[in-house]
């Protein structure tokens, strides 16, 4: 393995070193996500029976200890239950927005080098087609096998490893994001219960 990236050169190298660090941060942002992930069914109707008990500090607790960014949706909406709908549309909006971006993070990554990934590889296939003429033009007119085999392998290797790298890449890039998807579905659908129950209690409140 480790002559084979020998004979790949330094563009292998650098090629393999973005796969590492583009491997690395799917895996830590594949448990974030699924960390970040709850039933928020579950635990929203959990919150709403807290609620009408009027116990406002025991739902922020448990929003406290509940990861994830539905659990600081429902946090914030509650910290905001006194505004009126449109303000308290605004203060949810803002914190989703900030969650989302929390839950993007670092994947610009993983897309960037699965772009330059296959372009890498295209940079060591010329640098070795260039080794393969050089070596042509040292040892004419009596050119044998041996002299341009280094030049063609690094072209192949570099090409090779370049799209094992950009391939794992986009499926990764990809997973991550249906999962931000979902997750973004659930803030919507949380964000969507829970003002409507907030409003729903505030115009109980104010008839009785």
Known sequence: MFELFGQGGPVLWIIAACGVVAFGVFIERSLHLHRARIRFEDFLKGILNILRRRNIDE??????ETPGPVAYIIRIAILHREADREELRTAIKDAGTAEISR?????????????IAPL??????VIGLVDCLLSLQISAPLVQSADIFGGVMK??????VGLMVAIPCYVG??????????????MEEASSEIVSFLMAQRRSGEDS
Not at 173 to 186: A, E, G, H, P, Q
């Open 155 to 160: 072209a192949l290797l570099t090409t090779g």
């Open 103 to 115: 839950l993007e993070r670092r994947l610009v990554l993983i897309a960037t080098v699965g772009q």
């Open 173 to 186: 890039f990809n997973l991550l994001v249906v999962k931000i998807d979902r997750l973004v579905l659930d």
């Open 120 to 125: 890498l590889g295209l940079l060591g296939t």
């Open 59 to 64: 739902a922020l607790a448990i929003c406290d």
